[in-house]
Nanobody, 127 residues
């Protein structure tokens, strides 16, 4: 059973930075498509960024140039570096992993592309 555990959330002022981590059980970070999502109450979960097994990446337009997704294969850890944070980035952030695919593909933004989810870590950005 795959387990994902996020950490690194917190409260920060606008313009600040945070780095989220997601530790995965097993070696899925090296071998599968993984992604970061976020959700605010009353809204659907939205895709933020993805990374393929070969470290190809993609981002939602609203975080391009500010967020960077990466992974530490040796530590089975997925990362999300968030810079120039804005109040609208306030949300619960989740990491997710697919069952077996090495590439995320064009459906990377869709929740049902992913099988495994962490419990989330809260990010709050004040103005």
């Amino acid at each position: 059973q795959v387990q994902l555990l996020e950490s690194g959330g917190g409260s920060v002022q606008g313009g600040g930075s945070l780095r989220l981590s997601c530790v995965a059980s097993g070696d899925i970070v090296t071998s599968r498509c993984m992604g970061w999502f976020r959700q605010v109450p009353g809204k659907e979960r939205e895709g933020v960024a993805f990374i393929d097994s070969d470290s190809s990446t993609g981002y939602a337009e609203f975080v391009k140039g500010r967020f960077t997704i990466s992974k530490d294969n040796a530590k089975n850890t997925l990362l999300l570096q968030m810079n120039s944070l804005k109040p609208e980035d306030t949300a619960m952030y989740y990491c997710a992993a697919v069952i077996w695919a090495v590439h995320c593909g064009s459906n990377w933004r869709k929740e049902n592309t992913y099988k495994y989810w962490g419990q989330g870590t809260q990010v709050t950005v004040s103005s």
